[in-house]
């Protein structure tokens, strides 16, 4: 058994930790370099689902009605763009950085 | 150079180093913070990401444009009107390449790279919409 020092509680085996970035409008609304605790088999969008439901306006900024994620959210998962369609059924698994931002605006 | 960063560049030293042998062109652009009635502007970047996808797109330029040397700067943090934002620095052959290297270096920084753009208000903010507001998640 590891202790993890975050929540200075042993940690059990089968814990993973996991980072959320949101950025711009999304990060104002829901933080960001969230580091949580998830149980194995966690799904990209049921975790961020979890994680915007502590702020109603930062939910409804990435989801609609449906649960689903606004067309324009741009997902990533550890640098790589993942589609919205596949997150539902994509895993995270420990040490994955997960990001979540609107459409960019450089140049 | 490619580089995320929050101070300022000094473009004519870029301008000099780009000069690499068989340059017959420099091409400079160089995006400004306009004076749309803000007070400041507010950038964010997802920086790991944002320097290895300008970095992508340099050596995509380089080799479509058969460009000679390509420096991309992006500024990020609090910037007044007038200040930098973006300093694209390319050198190649001729004119034509030149030209057309700095407009898709601009073009694809535009379409995908993670940054991000607050207008500050005497009311307050808002977040500018990029050219392509449609993310949809796809992979690049």
Known sequence: ??????????????????????????RELLGTDIVTDVAPGTMFTSLIMTIAQKNPAGYAAIFD???????FVILMKNGKRIEIADAAKTPVVDGDEIAVFPPVAGG | MIAIQTGDVDIGTLITAAKKKGTGAVVVFDGIVRDDEI?????????????????????????????????????IGRLTVGENILIIVVSAGHREEAYAGSRYIIEEIKKGVPIWKKELTKDGGRWVPGDHAHGSGKPR
């Open chain 1, 65 to 71: 009605d449906k649960g689903t994620f606004h067309e």
């Open chain 1, 1 to 26: 058994m590891q202790w993890h020092d975050r929540n200075k509680k042993p940690r059990e085996e089968d814990e993973m930790t996991v980072k959320i970035r949101f950025f711009a409008r999304f």
């Open chain 2, 39 to 75: 007070t400041e502007m507010e950038l964010e970047a997802y920086e790991e990401v944002a320097v290895k996808e300008l970095e992508k797109i340099g050596r995509d330029a380089t080799a479509q444009f058969k460009l000679l040397h390509v420096d991309i700067i992006h500024r």
